[in-house]
């Protein structure tokens, strides 16, 4: 009976045992709080056992003789209860993701992303579904979750209503949310994030080293019409034809377009937004603006570059607030810090995250390691003699087989930055530029892993309507947007590199050492 029931079994494919790897490889790793908190272990042990082996290595800068600090030693065990504290409460992500969420969550609770991301998807035309709705993709995911909760069932609906089939229009989304997450017009939580870790990161090689938040804006920007084309492209060349019957299973709650109230708050919020960008364009402008370096006149080392975590705090607070009083959600201030509170009350997991992350990182550069690490790595590539662009791109596909078995992109990030930037830069490479190469590989693979935090809830929205969807039909109906984005956007990396164009404001391609 067994052997009948083995026998009738169909032979797995290539692909799905690939992927039987990866999700087994993913779930043996343990929590990454735990992960951190294990490596953090494995650091300290570490250096005494480089102290015991006599590993150094000379600066390829100074020459200098690199040694590891020994965390074990009276000193370090003194540094390691003295800097607990200090090092969680200084990690310089912690404060900028808390400010930036404050701000933005004001404008989710107050209901203007969800109307905002409604009435864009709602106003296109029949025509223009698939390259607006993966643009409200990429735009949405500057405001955490909403991209996943709110537009990707509101595109599966939108394009039932157009007579398509909802699966192809909830790909499309999740291509541009998750697909395109490091492609967008403008800033997000995510940016102060990355660009803390990264400047800890770089703080290893030059401690003076700062990287602002808006490090990869400029190749954000000129990335989300490339990916805008590209999920375009895959939709119609490769989703839509093996989705052209329409489904017998529906979907219960349709989602409607903004009533009257919510297109009288998305009024408000357009006017206050203007008047907002307006005082910043006065402050900028002018020669001399006041949102300018009082010393230099500059922009590009202004107190508003410097603050941009503030300037996505006021975007957030002065769009929500005005909406919410157009579209009368919110009506007293208690209101305003219940939104606020709220986005907090979603950082629990991530604070703890944050702790431990802090202690690795802070450990990490205490002993010396990652630079010893990074030297003897930045020296047998310097004997490869490899160019720019195959560097990067080898970044890229690092990153985008480590996004299989790590989803979360900060915990990635933590984990590689330490050794990556580093490395990059006694090569002569910007931190900014690292971090974008990064950003890329950690987007492009976002829609094909299992490890990714949502990608149970993706398999139950295509449920709906293929109720034997599942792992298998979501990852071969999403990695046509992986494999073209992979290509599409290492092209338009190693073009940029090519160009010497700056990766952002203040952001040189070079680090000069």
Request: charged share 10%; proline share 6%.
């Given at each position: 009976?067994?052997?009948?029931?083995?026998?009738?079994?169909?032979?797995?494919?290539?692909?799905?045992?690939f992927?039987?790897?990866?999700?087994?490889?993913g779930?043996?790793?343990?929590h990454?709080a735990?992960?951190?908190?294990l490596?953090?272990?494995?650091?300290?042990?570490?250096?005494?056992?480089?102290?015991?082996l006599?590993?150094?290595?000379?600066?390829?800068a100074?020459?200098?003789?690199?040694?590891?600090?020994?965390?074990?030693?009276?000193?370090?065990?003194?540094?390691?209860?003295?800097?607990?504290?200090?090092?969680?409460?200084?990690?310089?992500?912690?404060?900028?993701?808390?400010?930036?969420?404050?701000?933005?969550?004001?404008?989710?609770?107050?209901?203007?992303?969800?109307?905002?991301?409604?009435?864009?998807?709602?106003?296109?035309?029949?025509w223009?579904?698939?390259?607006?709705?993966?643009?409200?993709?990429?735009?949405?995911?500057?405001?955490?979750?909403?991209?996943?909760?709110?537009?990707?069932?509101?595109?599966?609906?939108?394009f039932?209503?157009?007579g398509?089939?909802?699966?192809?229009?909830?790909?499309?989304?999740?291509a541009g949310?998750?697909?395109?997450?490091?492609?967008?017009?403008?800033?997000?939580?995510?940016?102060?994030?990355?660009?803390?870790?990264?400047?800890?990161?770089?703080?290893?090689?030059?401690?003076?080293?700062?990287?602002?938040?808006?490090?990869?804006?400029?190749?954000?920007?000129?990335?989300?019409p490339?990916?805008?084309?590209?999920?375009?492209?895959?939709?119609?060349?490769?989703?839509?034809?093996?989705?052209?019957?329409?489904?017998?299973?529906?979907?219960?709650?349709?989602?409607?377009?903004?009533?009257?109230?919510?297109?009288?708050?998305?009024?408000?919020?357009?006017?206050?937004?203007?008047?907002?960008?307006?005082?910043?364009?006065?402050?900028?402008?002018?020669?001399?603006?006041?949102?300018?370096?009082?010393?230099?006149?500059g922009?590009?080392?202004?107190?508003?570059?410097q603050?941009i975590?503030a300037v996505?705090?006021?975007?957030?607070?002065?769009?929500?607030?005005?909406?919410?009083?157009?579209?009368?959600?919110?009506r007293s201030?208690?209101?305003?810090?219940?939104?606020?509170?709220?986005?907090?009350?979603?950082?629990?997991?991530?604070i703890?995250?944050?702790?431990?992350?802090?202690?690795?990182?802070?450990?990490?550069?205490?002993?010396?390691?990652?630079?010893?690490?990074?030297?003897k790595?930045?020296?047998?590539?310097?004997?490869?003699?490899?160019?720019?662009?195959?560097?990067?791109?080898?970044?890229?596909?690092?990153?985008?087989?480590?996004?299989?078995?790590?989803?979360?992109?900060?915990?990635?990030?933590?984990?590689?930055?330490?050794?990556?930037?580093?490395?990059?830069?006694?090569?002569?490479?910007s931190?900014?530029?690292?971090?974008?190469?990064?950003?890329?590989?950690d987007?492009?693979?976002?829609?094909?892993?299992?490890?990714?935090?949502?990608?149970?809830l993706?398999?139950?929205?295509?449920?709906?309507?293929e109720?034997?969807?599942?792992?298998?039909?979501l990852?071969?109906?999403?990695?046509?947007?992986?494999?073209?984005?992979?290509?599409?956007?290492?092209?338009?990396?190693?073009i940029?590199?090519?160009?010497?164009?700056?990766?952002?404001?203040?952001?040189?391609?070079?680090?000069?050492?």
């Open positions: 009976m067994s052997s009948t029931t083995s026998d009738a079994r169909p032979a797995r494919s290539l692909t799905d045992r992927l039987h790897i990866v999700e087994v490889g779930n043996a790793l343990p990454p735990t992960l951190f908190a490596l953090t272990l494995c650091v300290v042990v570490g250096s005494w056992l480089a102290v015991q006599g590993i150094t290595a000379a600066h390829p100074t020459g200098e003789i690199i040694r590891p600090v020994d965390l074990l030693s009276r000193e370090g065990v003194h540094r390691l209860l003295t800097g607990l504290v200090p090092n969680f409460t200084g990690f310089a992500p912690l404060g900028a993701v808390l400010v930036s969420l404050i701000g933005i969550g004001v404008a989710e609770h107050s209901g203007l992303i969800g109307a905002a991301l409604r009435r864009l998807v709602f106003a296109a035309p029949t223009a579904l698939t390259p607006v709705v993966v643009f409200a993709g990429v735009m949405s995911n500057m405001a955490s979750e909403i991209g996943y909760v709110l537009l990707i069932p509101l595109a599966g609906l939108m039932q209503g157009a398509r089939h909802p699966i192809v229009g909830m790909a499309a989304a999740f949310v998750s697909g395109g997450y490091s492609a967008n017009l403008l800033l997000g939580s995510i940016d102060p994030l990355l660009s803390g870790l990264s400047q800890e990161a770089a703080r290893v090689v030059d401690p003076a080293y700062t990287v602002n938040a808006a490090a990869n804006w400029y190749f954000m920007m000129a990335s989300t490339l990916v805008v084309a590209i999920g375009t492209w895959v939709t119609q060349r490769f989703v839509a034809p093996r989705f052209a019957s329409l489904p017998e299973a529906q979907a219960d709650g349709a989602i409607a377009p903004p009533d009257a109230m919510e297109r009288r708050g998305l009024r408000w919020a357009l006017v206050a937004t203007l008047a907002l960008s307006g005082a910043i364009a006065w402050g900028l402008l002018p020669a001399d603006g006041f949102l300018r370096n009082t010393a230099s006149g922009v590009l080392d202004s107190p508003f570059l603050g975590v996505i705090f006021a975007y957030g607070v002065v769009a929500g607030v005005a909406y919410g009083i157009g579209a009368r959600t919110l201030d208690a209101d305003i810090v219940r939104g606020m509170g709220q986005s907090m009350s979603t950082l629990g997991t991530y703890v995250l944050v702790f431990f992350a802090a202690q690795f990182v802070a450990c990490f550069q205490w002993t010396q390691l990652g630079l010893i690490l990074a030297v790595l930045a020296g047998l590539l310097q004997a490869l003699h490899l160019p720019a662009i195959p560097l990067f791109i080898g970044l890229v596909a690092i990153t985008a087989v480590a996004n299989l078995f790590i989803g979360s992109a900060s915990a990635k990030w933590a984990l590689m930055a330490p050794i990556f930037v580093p490395m990059f830069m006694l090569l002569g490479y931190p900014e530029l690292v971090q974008a190469g990064y950003r890329i590989g987007s492009v693979t976002n829609i094909v892993s299992p490890m990714m935090s949502y990608f149970a993706i398999i139950a929205f295509f449920q709906r309507y109720p034997r969807a599942g792992l298998g039909t990852v071969s109906t999403m990695l046509p947007y992986s494999i073209a984005f992979a290509i599409g956007w290492s092209v338009l990396f190693a940029w590199i090519a160009l010497g164009l700056p990766i952002g404001p203040g952001a040189p391609l070079s680090y000069p050492g």
